[in-house]
Every structure is written in structure tokens, then in C-alpha cells.
């Protein structure tokens, strides 16, 4: 199964922006469809988007218009940028394939008021 590795996170003030970076352990052109997910403290995980193996991508209501899923094949990396952060984004967000079930470590996001 492949393994992602995330970072970018910290702490930023409301209105702020963050680009957060998974590495993935292979090729991204061969994974089917690879999301962002985020999970607050007592919340579920949750799917904040997802890009597939043809670039469309798929937003949560939640952070559409304001966060954009990328990656760089050559660099086998997915990339979130995340703009206009509240503090309700505050979560540890984690990468994964469609139906992955091995996690990585996250990278914690903290969005001051």
C-alpha cells in the first residue's frame, strides 16, 4: 500500500493562508484518486478533497473557493493550499489514496481568531 508523508502545517492567523505537502511513497500518476482529510479534536475524519488520476478534483462545501488541490507527478507530491483560513479549519489534516486504510502522521493546522 503506498505510504504518505505530510507537513506544512502550523500556526496562522484567521484570513491567513498554508500549503500543506504530501510525498508519497510512489508515482502519484498511478494512484487513481488521492484526497486531503482533516480531523478536529472529537470530530470524525473527514474528506476535504480529493484530486483524481485525470485532475478533476472534488471540494468539501465546507472549503470550496478557498483551499486548491494540486500535484507534481515528477515530484510524486500533492500539494493543498489553503487560503482564508478560520478557525473551524483547525485540524490534523492527512493525506490518503481512495480507500486507503494505513495513515500517515498528519500535520497539525492551528487557525487563531
Known amino acids: 500500500q503506498v505510504r504518505f508523508v505530510e507537513s506544512g502545517g502550523g500556526l496562522v492567523q484567521a484570513g491567513g493562508s498554508l500549503r500543506l505537502s504530501c510525498a508519497a511513497s510512489?508515482?502519484?500518476?498511478?494512484?487513481?484518486?488521492i484526497g486531503w482529510y482533516r480531523q478536529a479534536p472529537g470530530n470524525q475524519r473527514e474528506l476535504v478533497a480529493f484530486i483524481k488520476w485525470n485532475d478533476i478534483t472534488n471540494y468539501a462545501d465546507s472549503v470550496k473557493g478557498r483551499f486548491t488541490i494540486s500535484r507534481d507527478n515528477a515530484k510524486n507530491t500533492v500539494y493543498l493550499q489553503m487560503n482564508g483560513l478560520k478557525p473551524e479549519d483547525t485540524a490534523v489534516y492527512y493525506c490518503?489514496?481512495?480507500?486507503?486504510?494505513?495513515w500517515g502522521q498528519g500535520t497539525q493546522v492551528t487557525v487563531s481568531s
Open positions: 490518503n489514496e481512495y480507500g486507503g486504510t494505513v
Open positions: 510512489e508515482s502519484t500518476g498511478s494512484i487513481n484518486r
